[in-house]
Nanobody, 113 residues
């Protein structure tokens, strides 16, 4: 499984961004897909996940602001990020679990105050 993330950028506080993560390869065995982030000097942390059945899970810090969705026809998972805050600044990574944990390359999100 290969993952390609895109959609990061620079945005002012209160703004929105949408991240995308396209999967390729043996995608039929993927059970869970998600987004994680890592801010400078901090550990990588969960942002949101979505199962093959559509069950979602969010970090408390993003509940009500971020939404994870998936388009199975496009093998793509999205992270819609609204009401962005400076503390959301991080490198965002998408992942997929198919018995192994697969990671895509990161995409930088910078929120200015």
């Amino acid at each position: 499984v290969q993952l390609q993330a895109s959609g990061g950028g620079l945005v002012q506080a209160g703004g929105s961004l949408r991240l995308s993560c396209v999967a390729s390869g043996s995608i039929s065995s993927i059970n869970v897909r998600g987004w994680y982030r890592q801010a400078p000097g901090k550990q990588r942390e969960l942002v949101a996940t979505i199962t093959s059945g559509g069950t979602t899970n969010y970090a408390d810090s993003v509940k009500g602001r971020f939404t994870i969705t998936r388009d199975n026809a496009k093998n793509t998972v999205y992270l819609q990020m609204n009401s962005l805050k400076p503390e959301d600044t991080a490198v965002y990574y998408c992942n997929a679990i198919d018995g192994y944990v697969r990671w895509g390359q990161g995409t930088q999100v910078t929120v200015s105050s």
